[in-house]
């Protein structure tokens, strides 16, 4: 089993910034693709960010304020997020491409953080 587990969240005012973070434990064998997505209330969840295969991609919302970035000794997908706007409120997910030790390759969810920008 695998198991991803974020951290960071919190209350911040416009402006601001936060640090995500999202490490992956467990029947790891290697990890492709690792991503953050987003979901606002009333909202359909979004993708954020992803960081694979030497390449990143960044919704247009975010570009230029958010910076996703991968440490592959500890299986960890970080998020810095500077010039926070309320609207990038929202509950962040991290997922990751993963193949198990028995190689068995499915995609993984965290169980998500709260972030808050206040006007």
């Known amino acids: 089993q695998v198991q991803l587990v974020e951290s960071g969240g919190g209350l911040v005012q416009a402006g601001g910034s936060l640090r995500l973070s999202c490490a992956a434990s467990?029947?790891?064998?290697?990890?492709?693709?690792m991503g953050w997505y987003r979901q606002a209330p009333g909202k359909q969840r979004e993708l954020v960010a992803t960081i694979g295969g030497g390449s990143t991609y960044y919704a247009d919302s975010v570009k230029g304020r958010f910076t996703i970035s991968r440490d592959n000794a500890k299986n960890t997908v970080y998020l810095q997020m500077n010039s926070l706007k309320p609207e990038d409120t929202a509950v962040y997910y991290c997922?990751?491409?993963?193949?198990?030790?028995?190689?068995?390759?499915?995609?993984?969810w965290g169980q998500g953080t709260q972030v808050t920008v206040s006007s």
């Open positions: 467990g029947s790891i064998f290697s990890i492709n693709a």
């Open positions: 997922n990751a491409d993963v193949r198990t030790v028995v190689q068995v390759r499915a995609t993984y």
